[in-house]
């Protein structure tokens, strides 16, 4: 991947050290099972980014101005357990240096190394998953950090609360909380379901979205796309309360497969990593200070000195 700026933004907007934000592309696609090119997924949305207009109409902001910087990307694939222990210690790094931070995928797999980091650096979290798919086996063809895995370990560890399901394996039906568990056939009755989850999440959530959970006639280059979807104003309503109402630490993006033939998918990614960060960042100013709130006793370091803590990753 040359490197370049997150939507073609000038470089006064995309240095480290004034940035607030932080977004690490993840190329890999080492466990998918039908679909293969996940991993093209980071080119295909930087790509898409930057033939995007910057200004959000809605809410009348250019986030880009907060500062995003373009981390290198993660390409170790010697293993799916290498590919999570990398994405973990390199989103860690960054929440370390009060980052807001940020992944695009790649494969769901990507996430059980962002949640695993989040996990360890904020108290008390909650995922939300938005996905067609469960992800909840344990283990599967071999590996714990398989994409069909990649939300288990935080039904174990986090407050998870799914949206959109709607495709699962009856093995996965022991591991669900049901309670905490929004059908897409049931969605669709009525909008109570929004309420409902916003309740149950706790004060810290990390959004890990899997754009299958759009319907296919929005986002048809995904792996495993699955009928009855979300549409994108529906989605947006949702996202835009949650972001209002709750303390967003960081969100990842996953499972664009793109095809080249197909642009309208990368264009909806980049719109919604864009969209996600206007809702993050709605009510600061650009010179406002940025504290992303980690428990620094949580990872044992003083927070007063955490910029001259060096170690990149
Ligand atoms: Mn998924």
């Given amino acids: 991947m040359n490197k370049k700026t997150y ?24 466990t998918s099972t039908w679909q293969k090119g996940a991993d093209k997924g980071p080119d295909a949305f930087l790509n898409a980014s930057e033939n995007m207009e910057l200004y959000d109409i809605e809410t009348k902001t250019e986030v880009y101005r907060q500062g995003v910087y373009l981390a290198n990307a993660i390409t170790e694939s010697s293993s799916p357990e ?22 695009f995928g790649g494969e769901h797999s990507i996430s059980i190394g962002t949640i695993r980091a989040f996990n360890e650096c904020f108290d008390n979290i909650t995922v939300l998953q938005l996905d067609a798919h469960a992800d909840l086996r344990e283990s599967y063809q071999g590996s714990k950090c398989n994409h069909a895995c990649a939300l288990y370990e935080a039904s174990q560890t986090t407050n998870l609360i799914q949206v959109g399901i709607r495709s699962m394996d009856v093995i996965e039906t022991t591991v669900m909380d049901e309670d905490k568990t929004y059908f897409a056939h049931e969605m669709t009755d009525d909008d109570s379901w929004i309420d409902s989850a916003i309740d149950q999440m706790t004060e810290n959530v990390y959004v ?48 664009l497969c793109p095809n080249p033939k197909e642009k ?50």
């Fill in 7 to 30: 939507a073609g933004i000038e470089e006064q907007f995309s240095k480290l050290d004034s940035s607030k934000i932080v977004l690490i592309p993840v190329s890999y696609d080492g």
């Fill in 82 to 103: 290498a590919m999570v222990e990398a994405v973990h210690k390199t989103v860690k790094g960054y929440i370390k240096k009060n980052k807001f931070v940020t992944a």
């Fill in 208 to 255: 890990t979205v899997d754009l299958d959970v759009f319907d296919p006639s929005i986002m048809p280059s995904t792996g495993t796309p699955e009928p009855g979807g979300l549409l994108w104003y529906e989605t947006l309503d949702f996202l835009r309360q949650v972001f209002e109402e709750k303390n967003i630490i960081g969100f990842d993006i996953v499972e």
């Fill in 264 to 313: 309208s998918s990368d264009f909806l990614a980049a719109k919604l990593y864009y969209k996600m960060l206007t809702y993050k960042f709605l009510n600061d100013e650009v010179d406002d200070e940025f504290d992303n709130n980690f428990n620094e006793s949580k990872i044992g370091i003083n927070k007063f000195s955490k910029f001259s803590d060096d170690d990149d990753n």
